[in-house]
């Protein structure tokens, strides 16, 4: 088994407010997949946690700027896939 990974979350407090918002939503995926772990990443949990990366990609990380949120999501995305094989 990989080893175990923790996420940071990103400072929502930008002078840009749709920065805040992305990062805000962010940071929600970014609190589920941390207490994923922190949970013994329970593989039967892992389809849930996937579909919600999944839709913060096809979201909040489409957006014109939202590239380092996406690779912060693909990341996740990869961690989770090699913790619930």
Same mark, same amino acid.
């Given at each position: 088994?990989? $080893?175990?990974?923790? %996420?940071?979350? !990103?400072?929502?407090?930008?002078? +840009?407010? !749709?920065?805040? @918002?992305?990062? /805000?939503?962010?940071? @929600?995926?970014?609190? &589920?997949?941390? *207490?994923?772990? +922190?949970? $013994?990443?329970? /593989? =039967?949990? *892992?389809? /849930? +946690?996937?579909?919600? +990366?999944?839709?913060?990609?096809?979201? %909040? *990380?489409?957006?014109?700027?939202? =590239?380092? !949120?996406?690779?912060?999501?693909?990341? &996740? $995305?990869?961690?989770?896939?090699? &913790?619930?094989?």
């Amino acid at each position: 088994m990989p $080893d175990r990974r923790y %996420f940071s979350e !990103w400072e929502p407090t930008t002078p +840009i407010g !749709w920065w805040n @918002e992305g990062r /805000r939503q962010l940071n @929600e995926v970014i609190v &589920m997949v941390n *207490a994923w772990t +922190i949970d $013994d990443c329970p /593989r =039967e949990s *892992a389809p /849930r +946690i996937l579909r919600y +990366i999944e839709k913060g990609l096809q979201t %909040f *990380a489409a957006r014109d700027g939202g =590239e380092g !949120w996406a690779d912060e999501l693909r990341q &996740m $995305d990869k961690y989770v896939r090699e &913790m619930s094989e």
